[in-house]
């Protein structure tokens, strides 16, 4: 029987936030890249929330940019409202989040992908990898076509053997009833490959016109709105927002969730998956936080094309009569329609400590992962193990050495440490608290730590560069001058103090000085400064965070120094552990399991003691290991 | 070369209380550190100064107070046993004063070094043969596992439950300021800086209290751990009240009285015991009883030296044999006990039916006689190092402090910038450092603890 039979370079299983990711970063390093997806029209969909960023994943967009992924770019061009979150707060937690328009994110990231040399995009289910003695060579797809490549990236996301399930009702289809993918966990089983099952869900979406906004509060976007990408000129973006609305649910609507609990099939024991804590079902909520008397509610829209709005904070996999009721007491609900039934999801996916930190299976060389097929949850957090294991996949092409981020480097490098390292019982959220190096890992300076690696790997042009290495060089110019400029006490800067709450100078004193003080900022004092050159308002950011805040940056980054020291003791990749004496018996086969990179890396593995990484450290250094 | 970074210190000589004990300091500052607390007898030498391999007069100060007087031995790198910088001072006060040289020198910037420190440096740096790497893995993990069983089983269950709630605390606060950070639409930290001034303020006080119990060495229980064992109504509580001059145990005839372990420091001829009677072991039907046998079981395994009370008056019994079976191999010393009555029993049946492995002694607890006799059999068995008062106990105390310390800086500095009026996620940074460092003394780790507690406590997202 003949067949399709083809040769590509790169294999992209997957056309969600990650696959996307994935294959332009492939594409784009020249590799020929084939993007395999069950539903071309459902590219870079957004099954869940409307929207892109908030609390730590704003960071996660701004490093993919920064890197030369398409995810802030993308956004930039389609979103409908804007919002800096923790505006008050340090500048290390100040995250962006926009609204998007959810078809035109779609449909804009889709244009990207078919513009993009070297990528091809195929309406076909993988089926099978074909692994020839650990090695990764090709896949087959449902109708018997078979790819030959030299790597490939599974980002099948909550597609595997996918149910959908609220009430009594259960079908087998992926999100939005699109069709599942039921044939590649027994190939990746038979491979070796130990899989789990997580569990995620969505709220209804209601239509527009049948809810009484009046009852609500709005919630306006940012009256001026940054970008997300570095390259995105923020003239471009101020535009006319949407807004939301933000409304509660009350005891009634708890009551109606109790006194229906025995129909959730999550109580029922019908799901069997593990669901996520940070984002758990409004029947959760109501049972776990019983004496919370009421919970919010925030109406999103899901694009200006459409009328669907997206209700925040109520998913729920009740069955449909209680869902109506339930939404039906909420403030302004009163006669909601449902356009689509919130539902539970479970699919397939990995322990992803089979992983290496390039992503790539440590028992099948060249197969990379990404996303929710790692145990994560989140769009950026897909998107940003996507752009990593695409490069990574091309890097291996090439014959390069991958890019690992490490956790004082990056949040995706915090993510991907995390997946790879750590026991991970429920879909991975970011979170800023797992950060510990956070003051270092802002969203304002993604592009000063990451552009230079975009760059070298090829995913960033000259031009971007150069300007990256100006503002570089205008932030050192900048600091140094505010450092060694001195005020006096002149009756115009005793003036200028007292205006901003300040108390007025006794003697003269250094900018920085002044700048240090928590009343003030390098903005207020530019009255006063009249050497200041102009500059763009990022370049001041940076200088004022460097100034203000450089006991705590000093210190973080001597805590980073001690990190790195463990971090660049690697371990060979084939230590035999059994052979190291003094190991604790737990100890040794955590790492026998895990064989973590380096010291660092051995160190947050559970289950390992200070004393078992000293033994180890003694080992390699006595050359033992050699023999 | 493996260079650290860091100075450490501890008592690298068994601490006795007659004896002349080493601090070792090791590591870049080293020499710098023991200028710190250095005074010669003209007061002008400065130890920096000094060629390397001299050996200097002086004493150890704190500010204006005088430590102790000392013998201090300088060895610049890589002429040492660590092949660092190393100061050895050598000390003569006994072992209060030795601690508290300790304490000074970690006082002025030197760290408590961890389990196998030293040893683990010295062969990094090439000082140790790399044909015996096997036997220094070893020494790293048995001290470790030594160091974790101080940690925890001589912590006083007061200071555990202490240092427990406080992390408790600590942790809520900082999930609470986190969960807001990763949520700002669904919790808001509107006037919290102020209740977290409080709670601060608090648990400053409170982290104060437990280091001026670190000082008065109240944190641990020192001294050899000894464990009175014998069936029941041996007469061990008679024992013990006998060794400490007065009724501490409550002593009647009715078998099992003692039902709980009681604990005591004493000092005998310059040795401090830290004696713990415990109840009668026997086959028992009574629940209450049942615990205090189980403990007295637990506190024989972890015990230093046994003394075994045989009752002379009786013949020896199951739960006599029973008990011979826990001392199998380990220092003990057996008191044949109740002379003041007819004994039916010979020191010479006693010491066959143990195999000829310990001392034994006849004594009348009741009588206190025979006890001058214990004390010599105690002292032999000390002075021939066969028991010693392990120096992991002062380094354990040393390396609890410090950590108590640094707990307290961090929540100091959370205070700090409260009033400084910088943002909230820079409380939680210190926070956080506050719960690591006390995690050291119970002996855990943070891992996903605040992930837990944000999820467990506040209602999030979606």
Not at chain 2, 389 to 415: G, H, M, P, W, Y
Request: aromatic share 6%; with cysteine; proline share 3%.
């Amino acid at each position: 029987m003949s067949r399709v039979e083809e040769y590509v370079d790169v294999v992209v299983v997957g056309a969600g936030h990650a696959g996307c990711e994935a294959a332009l970063a492939s594409a784009r390093l020249g590799l020929r890249t084939v993007m395999f997806t069950v539903s071309v029209d459902s590219i870079a969909l957004m099954p869940c929330n409307p929207n892109i960023g908030g609390s730590s994943k704003g960071h996660l967009v701004r490093e993919i940019d920064a890197l030369g992924g398409e995810m802030g770019k993308n956004i930039d061009r389609t979103f409908i409202q804007s919002k800096m979150l923790n505006r008050s707060k340090g500048p290390a937690v100040h995250s962006l989040r926009a609204q998007a328009d959810k078809s035109d994110y779609s449909r804009s990231m889709r244009r990207v992908l078919e513009r993009t040399e070297h990528l091809m995009i195929k309406q076909q289910e993988v089926t099978e990898l074909i692994v020839e003695e650990g090695v990764l060579t090709g896949v087959k797809t449902y109708s018997g076509a078979v790819y030959h490549c030299r790597a490939a990236v599974l980002c099948t996301g909550t597609y595997l053997k996918a149910r959908c399930i609220y009430g009594e009702v259960s079908v087998h289809t992926g999100p939005n009833g699109l069709q599942a993918a039921n044939y590649l966990t027994e190939s990746l089983k038979s491979n070796g490959v130990s899989m789990y099952r997580f569990k995620t869900g969505t709220p209804a979406r209601i239509a527009k016109k049948s809810i009484d906004f009046s009852k609500m509060e709005e919630q306006k976007g940012d009256e001026r709105i940054v970008p997300f990408s570095f390259t995105t000129d923020p003239e471009t973006v101020q535009k006319e927002q949407v807004s939301c609305w933000l409304t509660y649910t009350n005891e009634t609507t708890h009551e109606i969730i109790r006194s229906n609990l025995d129909r959730s099939p999550l109580f029922s024991g019908m799901i069997e998956g593990t669901g996520p804590r940070y984002c758990p079902s409004i029947e959760d909520k109501v049972v776990k936080f019983a004496d919370k008397d009421r919970h919010q509610v925030f109406i999103e829209p899901e694009g200006i094309h459409t009328d669907e709005m997206y209700i925040g904070g109520m998913s729920s996999s009740l069955p449909e009569d209680v869902q109506l009721a339930m939404y039906r007491s909420v403030p302004g609900l009163e006669h909601a329609e449902i356009v689509r039934n919130a539902y539970a999801i479970e699919y397939d996916c990995i322990d992803a400590r089979q992983l290496t930190l390039s992503l790539e299976f440590r028992s099948i060389k060249g197969l990379f992962s990404a996303g929710q097929f790692n145990g994560s949850s989140g769009y950026e957090e897909a998107a940003a193990q996507g752009l990593i294991a695409g490069i990574n996949a091309a890097q291996k092409v090439l014959g390069r050495e991958p890019l690992i981020l490490d956790r004082s480097e990056a949040y995706i490098g915090v993510l991907i440490d995390d997946l790879v390292t750590k026991e991970n019982h429920e879909p991975y959220r970011m979170m800023t608290s797992r950060a510990e190096y956070r003051l270092l890992l802002r969203q304002d300076n993604a592009d000063l730590r990451l552009t230079k690696k975009g760059y070298e790997i090829g995913l960033i042009d000259e031009d971007r560069y150069k300007r990256l290495l100006w503002k570089e060089q205008k932030i050192r110019e900048e600091s140094d001058r505010v450092e060694h400029t001195h005020i006096g006490a002149s009756p115009v800067v005793q003036e200028c103090l007292r205006r901003q709450g300040s108390t007025p100078l006794k003697t003269s004193a250094t900018l920085a000085e002044l700048i240090r003080r928590p009343e003030l900022c390098y903005g207020m004092l530019s009255e006063i400064d009249e050497a200041r050159p102009s500059l763009p308002v990022e370049i001041g950011e940076e200088v004022n965070i460097n100034i203000k805040y450089a006991g705590y940056l000093q210190r973080q980054r001597k805590q980073v120094e001690q990190f790195k020291k463990m971090e660049r003791k690697k371990i060979p990749a084939d230590l035999d552990y059994d052979a190291v004496p003094s190991l604790r018996i737990e100890a040794r086969q955590k790492l026998k399991q895990y064989q973590p990179s380096s010291i660092g890396q051995a160190s947050r593995i559970a289950g390992v003691s200070p004393a078992d990484v000293s033994v180890l450290l003694v080992y390699l250094s006595s050359g033992m290991h050699k023999k | 070369m493996y260079i650290e970074q860091d100075t450490i210190a501890a008592i690298s000589t068994a601490v006795s209380q007659s004896g002349i004990g080493i601090v070792r300091i090791s590591g870049p500052e080293a020499v710098e550190i023991a200028d710190r607390v250095y005074r010669s007898k003209g007061g002008a030498k400065k130890l920096c100064e000094q060629p390397t391999h001299t050996i200097h007069y002086g004493f150890v100060v704190d500010g204006d107070e005088t430590i102790d007087e000392v013998l201090v031995m300088l060895m610049r790198a890589p002429r040492s046993f660590t092949a660092e910088d190393t100061v050895e001072i050598n000390c003569h006060g006994g072992p209060c004063a030795m601690r508290r040289v300790l304490d000074a020198v970690l006082k002025h910037g030197a760290r408590p070094a961890g389990p196998g420190e030293f040893t683990k440096r010295a062969f990094l740096n090439g000082r140790i043969d790399l044909s015996r790497a096997e036997a220094v893995m070893d020494v790293i993990q048995a001290q470790n596992e030594y160091a974790l069983q101080c940690s925890v089983s001589q912590l006083q269950g007061s200071v555990y439950e202490a240092i427990k709630g406080l992390r408790g605390r600590i942790l809520y606060q900082t999930a609470f300021i986190e969960s807001a950070l990763d949520d700002p639409e669904h919790i808001s930290l509107d006037g919290y800086a102020g209740q977290l001034k409080e709670e601060a303020e608090a648990l400053h006080g409170d982290l104060q209290r437990l280091i001026a119990s670190a000082d008065n060495g109240r944190l641990l229980r020192e001294g050899i751990r000894t464990v009175i064992l014998g069936r029941p109504n041996a007469g061990k509580s008679s024992l013990l009240n006998a060794l400490v001059g007065e009724e501490r145990a409550i002593v009647t005839e009715i078998a099992g009285t003692t039902r709980d372990v009681l604990e005591e420091t004493i000092n005998l001829g310059g040795i401090t015991l830290k004696v713990i009677d415990t109840a009668g072991i026997r086959s028992t039907e009574d629940v209450v009883e049942q615990i205090g046998v189980a403990r007295a079981l637990q506190k024989a395994k972890e015990a230093d030296l046994l003394l075994y009370v045989a009752d002379g008056s009786s013949l020896p019994d199951e739960n006599d044999r029973r008990i011979l079976g826990l001392l199998g191999g380990r220092r003990a010393i057996l008191l044949l006990n109740k002379s003041d009555l007819d004994l039916v029993v010979t020191p010479e049946q006693l010491r066959e039916l143990t195999g000829n492995q310990y001392p034994v002694i006849t004594v009348s607890a009741k009588e206190h006689t025979g006890m001058d006799q214990l004390v010599d059999t105690l002292k032999e068995l000390f002075y021939q190092g066969e028991l010693s008062f392990n120096d992991e106990v002062c380094i354990t105390n040393a390396r609890q402090k410090a950590a108590l310390i640094s707990a307290d800086e961090s929540i100091r500095r959370v205070l700090e910038s409260i009033v400084l009026g910088l943002p909230e996620d820079f409380y939680s940074i210190d926070l956080m450092g506050a719960y690591e460092a006390l995690g050291e003394i119970t002996g855990e780790a943070v891992g996903e603890d605040l992930v837990n507690e944000i999820f467990g406590r506040f209602c999030m997202g979606k």
